[in-house]
Antibody, heavy 114, light 109 residues
Framework: EVQLVESGGGLVQPGGSLRLSCAAS????????MSWVRQAPGKGLEWVAN????????YYVDSVKGRFTISRDNAKNSQYLQMNSLRAEDTAVYYC???????WGQGTLVTVSS | QAVVTQEPSLTVSPGGTVTLTCGSS?????????PYWFQQKPGQAPRTLIY???NKHSWTPARFSGSLLGGKAALTLSGAQPEDEAEYYC?????????FGTGTKVTVL
């Protein structure tokens, strides 16, 4: 059974940092692009970032460029999202997704507030 | 980055047919945008229905189909069921980056 389990969300003050993790199982993690998608409360889906199988290519939505960094560790079947300089507008449920959007985690809530 | 536009809301009668569309601010949507369609119900993660314009996953009900229509990607629901009431999002690829559509709330009434 495929599982994507996110962790690391929580409450953080504006300007702070958080690191999200996504643990994958049930498929060959190292063979697939992985992504992060977020959804602000009551709003639509927003693609955040993608990372290639070997980590050699990464893409970001304009609003997080220079602040967020996507990475992966194929030995640990995990991907990460390092989020710095957080803003109120980054408040959202963050989903880990992979295998061309086939599999999704249940999401982890990030709240940026003072 | 591009803006991807969907109808805000659509209503369909049980057993009826409805078509959702997905347009791009950069011009016509083509197969090169690899259109995806997702269904999301309240409190749940999204679920992929259609990939690469018209391909279905094993779990995609046969009443859903995807196509290109008039320069847009389209999702057609034929024979709507009460359980199809949900938010639907398209997703387009732009050379490595992706943009979700604004979402369509489908009501079965």
């Amino acid at each position: 059974e495929v599982q994507l389990v996110e962790s690391g969300g929580g409450l953080v003050q504006p300007g702070g940092s958080l690191r999200l993790s996504c643990a994958a199982s049930g498929f060959t993690f190292s063979s697939h692009w992985m992504s992060w998608v977020r959804q602000a409360p009551g709003k639509g889906l927003e693609w955040v970032a993608n990372i290639k199988q070997d980590g050699g290519e990464k893409y970001y939505v304009d609003s997080v460029k220079g602040r967020f960094t996507i990475s992966r560790d194929n030995a640990k079947n995990s991907q990460y999202l390092q989020m710095n300089s957080l803003r109120a507008e980054d408040t959202a449920v963050y989903y880990c997704t992979g295998v061309w959007w086939r599999y999704w985690g249940q999401g982890t809530l990030v709240t940026v507030s003072s | 980055q591009a803006v991807v536009t969907q109808e805000p809301s659509l209503t369909v009668s049980p057993g009826g047919t409805v078509t959702l569309t997905c347009g791009s601010s950069t011009g016509a949507v083509t197969s090169g945008h690899y259109p995806y369609w997702f269904q999301q119900k309240p409190g749940q993660a999204p679920r992929t229905l259609i990939y690469d314009t018209s391909n279905k996953h094993s779990w995609t009900p046969a009443r859903f189909s995807g196509s290109l229509l008039g320069g847009k990607a389209a999702l057609t629901l034929s024979g709507a069921q009460p359980e199809d009431e949900a938010e639907y999002y398209c997703l387009l690829s732009y050379s490595g980056a992706y943009v979700f559509g604004t979402g369509t709330k489908v009501t079965v009434l």
